[in-house]
């Protein structure tokens, strides 16, 4: 091992190594809190170039390596386990070229996504990708994990942001797809193995992200609501009446809704807290006054249709970022509510509601007190759900299996975009059959012949001969 240690410190030199005492509780603490083991080591390359010869090093001894972006991962994912050591892309985090012309910017994977979204409006441009961590997270990490957000209802998850990835295998090998097209039909898109792959396939170093026009209007509103079925009928006539502009569609059951204003003590109630549900809905078009008409009309017609009870349209910059604060705040109302059992996970809109009964019943006959809070991305059939009350950690299995087992049944996914990293592996089956894991078994295997990438995220570790 210290041959090993001797060869990565000759590459890196003292600015990227970091071992004993210099290594921070950040680097193995989640953004929950949760601590991994400590490692022996944190890499901190700065270019692809110190990636490739890290692995081809790692590789050689076989040293697992757990990689990080901005740790905000939810699934314990980028975290070390015990004998790992550490490959932060912190360092690597350059916007590498602009182009206005073709819509699309080159950037290092440990760029900060809110540094590039400001850099894409600086030139009249977006990157739409959007999430409440959007202050510490990667490109890296929203690519690895397949990030969601926000803005999903209009712009497609981060699989649909991505033109090209440059990616480290686990042998060192370079992978330099860092193209710039829409269109390139020629074999197999090679981009979307490491999306979503949770840094199982390679290590992701660049990547070419797609831009879109500004939108120079905005019109956000909340609006109370007094039961699920308007819930969804409001989604079905806010699509229709807002079409394409239609860019965020929040939901909030009452009590997330009050919990949030345990956080933001200072705040006053955009609508009062007495509705069931609450919706955020937001447009995004050209032109501020007529975004903002085009969403009264809107909830004017849902008014009529007896769907909503209560509405407010922000009418200025500051009060848009009051209602979205309700939403960012999520994982402060998740910690306030502590201790808490946190699901993230997608359902057909239509199974929603007989899911939630049917939940309700389930956990009543083992855990009485039981609470529900939930919230989340309803446009795009994505809910996280808090369960809390009354329940020990000894329980988490059981409630899990409560959970995932009816999402199963309902046709659900267990992980809508966070992933499954440490966390849900032993669920996977619940939403992917036994055919599918062992594809993804298989191209483990032959892309990572040791097992050294993030070993045991997604699914058991294990080195078969293919
Ligand atoms: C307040 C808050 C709000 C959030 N909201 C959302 C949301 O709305 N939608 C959503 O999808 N997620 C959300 N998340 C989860 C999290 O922010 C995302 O998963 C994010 O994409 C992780 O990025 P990261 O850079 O922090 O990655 P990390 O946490 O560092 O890593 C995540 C995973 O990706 C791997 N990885 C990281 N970088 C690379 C790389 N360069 N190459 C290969 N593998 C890599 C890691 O090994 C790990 O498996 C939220 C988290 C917080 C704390």
Redesign the pocket.
Known sequence: MSELFDTLQGILGPKGFLAGDDIGARYYTD?VGLLGAKPALVLRPIDTFEVSKIMSACHEAGQPV?????????VQ??IPEEGEIVLS?ERMNKIEEFDALGANMTVQ?GAILQTVQETAEQQDLTFPLD???RG???I??????N????RVIRYGMTRDLILGIEAVLADGTIINGLHKLVKNNTGYDLKHL?VGS??TL????RAVLKLFPLPKGRSVSLCGLKDFKSVTALLHHTKSALGPSLSAFEVMWQNYYEATFNILTEAQHPVEARYPFYVLVESMGTDNDKDREAMEEALGGAFEANLIEDAIIAKSESEIEKIWELRDV??DVAISLSPIHAYDISLPIGEMESFFSQLDVDLAAQWPKHKLVVFG?LGDGNLHIIINDGMAESDKPGINNCVYGLTGKHQGSISA???I?LQKRAYLSKSRSAEEITLMKLLKNTMDRKNIL?PG?IFESSVESP
Do not use: M, P, W
């Open positions: 953004a757990t990689t990080q972006g901005g740790i905000t991962g939810l994912g980028a892309l994977a999430l409440g961590a510490s997270c990667t890296g990490g929203n690519i690895s994990t990030a969601g957000g926000n490491f949770e840094g390679g290590i992701v170093t999520s994982l991305h975009e966070h992933g990293g993030n995220r």
